[in-house]
């Protein structure tokens, strides 16, 4: 649920702001303060706040009025053209909507989602520059920075098996995964989910062009953690 207690008051969508968009539509032409400030009943000052915030939004637009005398042109606003990109979102239903699509072709949706996840993953990591090759360390951070961007809280472990993070000269084996962007949806969707996550895992290893590879990923391991499992490969 969005916190509108924390957030900044040049960012909220008030129900005066609704106001005065709704008076700039109805107008049909560009309107100046005073104008605006008449047909809903507020200071001017007031306007001119609050319309300055619905410029920065981007639901307004400011602009100097052609002058036909004397004097300074005036600033006049309208509403930008376009549906109003401000209200709810639904994007959550949206992936629901696919993901259930998918999950209903059966037994070809998980491998049809881990290509899809190696597909984006190649695109997803910055590839390594010609002619370097790219060692297991150096994969391994690039892979958890990747993480990390895409909000999975990684954290790198080494082959003690403890969960303890990788030591000096220890060979990292494993991630985990301490945060998931999709958490709910991967509850409801964890066989096309994860191994999303892991062919994006594998994806992004291969366009290294890495000596290590994603071999499994384990969901929910512990009830905060998964874990993406890792081992050494030959360099082709």
């Known amino acids: 649920m969005k916190d509108t207690a924390r957030e900044p008051e040049r960012d909220r969508e008030t ?118 090759q790219v060692s297991h360390g150096e994969a391994v951070e690039r892979v958890s920075g990747l993480l990390a961007e895409l909000g999975f809280d990684p954290a790198v472990d080494g082959g003690s098996g403890d969960g303890a993070g990788a030591g000096a000269g220890e060979t990292p084996h494993r991630i985990r995964l301490r945060h998931c962007p999709f958490l709910e949806l991967a509850e409801e969707f964890q066989e096309i989910l994860c191994p999303l996550h892991l062919g994006m895992l594998q994806g992004a290893l291969a366009e290294l062009r890495a000596p290590v590879a994603a071999t499994r990923l384990e969901p929910f391991a512990r009830p905060e953690v998964c874990l993406a499992h890792l081992t050494s490969v030959p360099v082709t």
């Open 15 to 132: 129900p005066r702001r609704r106001a005065l968009l709704d008076a700039l539509r109805d107008a049909g032409t560009p309107l100046g303060v005073t104008e605006i400030a008449e047909r809903v009943g507020i200071h001017p000052n007031t306007a001119r706040f609050h319309l300055d915030a619905l410029v920065t939004q981007g639901a307004v637009e400011r602009e100097r009025e052609e002058s036909s005398g004397p004097g300074r042109p005036r600033t006049v606003y309208a509403p930008r053209r376009g549906m109003d990109r401000g209200g709810k979102r639904g994007y959550q239903l949206l992936a629901r909507i696919l993901l259930s699509q998918l999950a209903s072709t059966g037994p070809d949706a998980e491998p049809a989602a881990m290509e899809t996840g190696r597909l984006w993953g190649r695109h997803l990591i910055e590839p390594a520059p010609p002619f370097h």
